[in-house]
């Protein structure tokens, strides 16, 4: 019901930028939640920041400061802009995105996934 679609990655220096981009199609105007995780090499899959229908946002610690989420809801895009990046930052991004339907006594929800993409920090 809702397809997702990642840009922005590639290989960037310490403190360097980058500014991925999520493209999502289908019932958008459905979507609720929207956020970022990543998966660096040999580790759990980890929540980088999250934007409700509404604004709200949320971070993981280590990005504090440096990241920033952002969406236009009417477009069903997603941004997150990554500065001051480190070596901790390398992996590959997910964009997701919470899905809501239904009748308020009969609501239901669903979550939707990108391909990847990777980001590389590294001199």
């Known amino acids: 019901q809702v397809h997702l679609v990642e840009s922005g990655g590639g290989l960037v220096q310490p403190g360097g930028s980058l500014r991925l981009s999520c493209e999502a199609s289908g019932r958008i105007r459905n979507i609720n939640t929207m956020g970022w995780y990543r998966q660096a090499p040999g580790e759990e899959r980890e929540l980088v920041a999250s934007?409700?229908?509404?604004?709200?946002?949320n971070y993981a610690d280590s990005v504090k400061g440096r990241f920033t989420i952002s969406r236009d809801n009417a477009r069903g895009t997603m941004y997150l802009q990554m500065n001051s990046l480190n070596s901790g930052d390398t992996g590959v991004y997910y964009c997701t995105a919470r899905v809501g339907w239904g009748p308020v006594e009969r609501y239901q929800e669903a979550d939707y996934w990108g391909q990847g993409t990777q980001v590389t920090v590294s001199s």
């Open positions: 934007i409700t229908n509404l604004g709200a946002t």
